[in-house]
């Protein structure tokens, strides 16, 4: 059995999975029940001054029957009383030593608040902190959240400030709402953070109503953009993820990934592209804490087959063999098969290339039932008949090289090889 | 043993007759099947489809809470889509050729899903189409039946204005008359007709029956072009002893009275035979038993690999607790004070296929006898033979003889759907329309 315990920075969990700072983290109640059901850490919901809350709050987008196959909220830090918060703190650590406890932070724009904060969690005997410098709604029009991680230089100050005086690790929590998430990495990186986590939330309208007309969430006829999460978000958040851990700077601090976790299998790809630890949120606001058993049964049943023992021996081993467009291999060369015992004759892989690509796959009509073949010398290999085939395995892409060398762009420029002639 | 009606509460006759596919009760359990579908290129259930529904396009339509647009696409094709939507033996049809069925898998449930865009539409009478304005053009329609009303609605959208001559007192043909009441309810079928001429420019002259109330000659007179859908009669004579005792019953006529006249209304044997295997047989010898028949038996000369009937109409008639004896044919009908009392029939084996391509059958020499006091004949049905004999039409043992164009032999006079091919489904009768109303506005456009 895989050993799927996790270290980062010290804050030791039974497994790298941690709720990630929100709704389900927002008070004892919720954490002991998330703890029982074996989860290995939880982000406290961010703690600063007290606010208010609107209703309603979230909002979603469903698709072809599944729903919330993508999730925004607008709510708010934690709205309960900060002296509330700390003592619930202290007593989920006292009652699930083993389990890592971290808390997001969200203090005032000022060295001193900053300083107070910290050490008033500090005495919780919380493990670590994580600095939300990404809240994109609310927060961000008081010149916090989004609007301290959008600017590298305002995120340094603040890493700065609180470097000065956290006394256990300070994890710094990044933004996706920016062009690059890797400035302001560095800047926390740079100021001193130990480590970084990401993404926060993407700026979103999930829908507009088509009765009343107002955009989601409606809050008395009005709406405000909301922060995106869920399934939807994941690739966004792997590729912000990989720019973190290819980066020199800040690849030299552990990252804990966040974005559209769902499953063993999403766990599995943000270790491989860098992260140490996981962070859930929607999956479990959709299905309760009960996830937790899959997530690590699958992910430990996974290491088993691919002889992974520890988390270690797997985290970022993906990120190598993501490279630059240039250094593509043009040699390589794959084109369509259709298994006909497999085909199920409904066409989708004929329309998609015929309509959008490359007119590769010849219909031979048929009466109810139509043949489909791949036409070889026109298939370019792009992949699309496969990811339209409802039929696992029925069409499967078989390498023919154009060559047996390896020849990247650059190179295939510098021979002055042919291009296309058609 | 008799022949009696009212042998059932009013309880169990609602119960016998309740609707056996009953409807998604909610959107949310519609769109779990929709959701299910592929949404197929040049999908096979639209070439299985006599009408050619875009299946994938209404179905993903509802999925996209289009309904308006989801019954429009249902509805342009086939104007009978509601009722096909319950009597369609879909299991043949566009149901069988999904492409779940190759995988395994329970295939989209699409009549379910017909009905769920088309009920609404028709209930509400949604105006999905609109005529175009009057061409001053006059086209007379011989039938309210599956074939008249679709090719009146073409014809209406067209702007030709139709008359429809009718000789029962409702319209829907078949459907109205011919169809198990489980399957469709005459209150549908009138609401479907009702629909149908919501749109404007189709008029019906009920109880006006061609040969006796209405001549052809003087529909070409009066019309710029004549469209019969007259359909086909009564059941095909049995052609043997005892046929004309009391207790014996014609398919057609036990299933329009049941329509007609409601349960309770309609007598029925304690022991039934029912002769024949097609839809028809099926849908009387059900209903036979649904009205309190103790026992029912089917008779069919041929055997389960030949019957015209699909598995599943046949699971329905076995699980009503209906017999059915393989490989015999009616020979004598015996009598008591001219009452049923037994049938007697040949036993049969099976021979080198027929014309028709079907195995021929020949008798063994042996008999057997089967205490009864009806007999119900399903065993297909009749042309209006004389009927088309004596307008000078042009036909084959009663079926009206048609072109490439759907035109008769006489000029102006179109034909389509059972009078022309003996009798298939709704469907095909639907589709039937379709083609003599292109064909006729071509016609009057030439």
Redesign the interface.
């Known amino acids: 059995m895989a050993d799927l315990s996790a270290n980062f920075l010290g804050i030791k969990s039974p497994n790298p999975y941690w709720l990630a700072s929100a709704p389900p983290t927002d008070k004892k109640y919720n954490v002991l029940r998330a703890f029982e059901a074996g989860w290995g850490g939880v982000v406290w919901k961010t703690l600063g001054s007290q606010i208010k809350n609107v209703s309603s709050r979230y909002s979603s987008v469903d698709y072809?029957?599944s729903r919330m196959m993508g999730f925004n909220n607008i709510e708010l830090i934690s709205d309960r009383p900060l002296a509330i918060n700390l003592r619930e703190i202290a007593e989920c650590v006292r009652l699930f030593p083993d389990r890592a406890m971290v808390v997001s932070l969200m203090a005032d724009n000022s060295r001193e608040k900053w300083h107070e904060l910290i050490g008033q969690v500090e005495d919780t005997g919380a493990h670590g902190l994580e600095l939300n410098f990404g809240c994109p709604h609310g927060m961000n029009e008081r010149g916090m959240g989004a609007a301290v991680g959008q600017d590298p230089e305002i995120a340094r100050m603040v890493v700065e400030w609180v470097m000065e005086k956290a006394t256990i690790p300070v994890i710094t929590k990044l933004t996706p709402n920016v062009h690059s998430v890797v400035p302001s990495g560095q800047a926390s990186v740079e100021g001193g953070t130990n480590g970084l986590s990401l993404i926060n939330t993407i700026q979103s309208i999930t829908g507009v109503d088509l009765d009343t007309l107002v955009p989601n969430p409606y809050v008395a006829g009005q709406s405000v953009f909301g922060g995106y999460c869920g399934p939807a978000i994941k690739p966004i958040a792997l590729k912000m993820l990989t720019t973190i851990s290819q980066d020199p700077i800040t690849s030299r601090v552990p990252v804990s990934g966040i974005g559209g976790i769902s499953t063993w299998k999403d766990a599995a790809e943000f270790l491989l592209l860098g992260a140490t630890t996981v962070q859930v949120c929607t999956a479990v606001m959709k299905h309760g804490f009960r996830i937790i058993e899959d997530l690590c049964e699958g992910l430990s049943n996974w290491m088993d087959e691919k002889g992974f023992k520890t988390l270690d021996e797997l985290i970022g081993k993906s990120v190598p063999t993501i490279t630059h467009w240039e250094d593509l291999d043009i040699n390589y060369h794959i084109v369509a098969k259709i298994n006909p015992d497999k085909c199920?004759?409904?066409?989708?892989c004929?329309?998609a290339c015929e309509d959008t690509s490359h007119q590769s796959i010849n219909?031979a009509y048929g009466?109810?039932?139509?043949t489909y073949s791949i036409i070889e010398e026109e298939c370019v290999g792009c992949n699309l008949c496969k990811l339209v085939c409802?039929?696992d395995n029925c069409i499967t892409m078989v390498e023919q090289r154009k060559g047996d060398e390896y020849v990247n762009w650059k190179e295939f420029q510098r021979r002055g090889l042919p291009l296309n002639d058609h | 043993m008799s022949i009696v009606n009212n042998r059932l509460t009013a309880e169990q006759y609602g119960e016998n007759f309740s609707d056996i596919h009953p409807p998604f009760e909610t959107r949310d359990a519609a769109l779990v099947e929709a959701n299910r579908c592929l949404f197929c290129y040049d999908a096979p259930c639209i070439k299985s489809c006599p009408t050619s529904i875009d299946i994938p396009k209404f179905i993903r339509q509802i999925t996209t809470d289009n309904p308006k647009g989801s019954a429009h696409t249902i509805l342009s094709a086939n104007i009978l889509g509601g009722g096909c939507s319950k009597v369609c033996p879909v299991e043949k049809l566009c149901e069988g050729s999904c492409v779940y069925n190759l995988m395994d898998e329970p295939p989209i449930p699409i009549a379910k899903l017909q009905r769920f865009s088309t009920e609404k539409a028709i209930a509400e009478k949604w105006p999905l189409f609109q005529r175009k304005p009057s061409t001053t053009k006059k086209v007379a329609v011989v039938g309210a039946g599956p074939a008249g009303l679709s090719c009146a609605h073409v014809l209406s959208r067209e702007g030709i204005d139709v008359t429809v001559y009718e000789k029962e007192s409702k319209g829907g043909g078949l459907m109205t008359y011919g169809i198990a009441a489980y399957k469709v309810t005459p209150q549908f079928c009138e609401d479907e007709v009702n629909f149908i001429t919501s749109l404007g420019g189709i008029a019906i002259n009920y109880n006006a029956e061609l040969g006796k109330t209405v001549s052809l000659a003087d529909l070409q007179q009066t019309y710029d072009a004549v469209y019969l859908g007259i359909g086909v009669g009564l059941a095909r004579q049995l052609d043997i002893p005892g046929e004309n005792l009391i207790g014996v019953e014609d398919a057609i006529r036990f299933i329009y009275d049941i329509r007609t006249n409601g349960y309770p209304a309609v007598p029925v044997g304690d022991k039934v035979a029912v002769i024949g295997l097609g839809m028809t047989a099926i849908d009387a010898a059900t209903q036979a038993k649904r009205l309190g028949a103790s026992e029912v038996t089917i008779i069919y000369r041929r055997t389960q690999a030949e019957m015209p009937c699909t598995e599943t109409e046949l699971n329905l008639a076995k699980l009503d607790g209906c017999r059915i004896i393989w490989l015999a044919a009616p020979q004598e009908i015996i009598g008591e004070n001219g009452r049923v009392t037994q049938l007697i029939c040949s036993l049969m084996h099976l021979g080198e296929p027929d014309a028709s391509g079907r195995r021929s059958t020949v008798e063994t020499g042996e008999t057997m006898t089967l205490d009864i006091d009806m007999v119900i004949k399903a065993a297909g049905q009749m042309p209006f033979e004389a009927l088309v004999n004596d307008n000078h039409l042009e036909n084959w043992k009663g079926k009206i003889t048609i072109n490439d164009a759907c035109a008769t032999n006489l000029r102006g006079v179109f034909a389509g759907g059972d009078c022309v091919n003996g009798g298939k489904e709704v469907v095909d009768a639907v589709q039937a329309g379709k083609d003599g109303a292109k064909a006729i506005l071509e016609y009057l456009n030439s």
């Open positions: 072809n029957g199920i004759h409904c066409g989708l004929y329309i219909l009466k109810p039932y139509n409802p039929v």
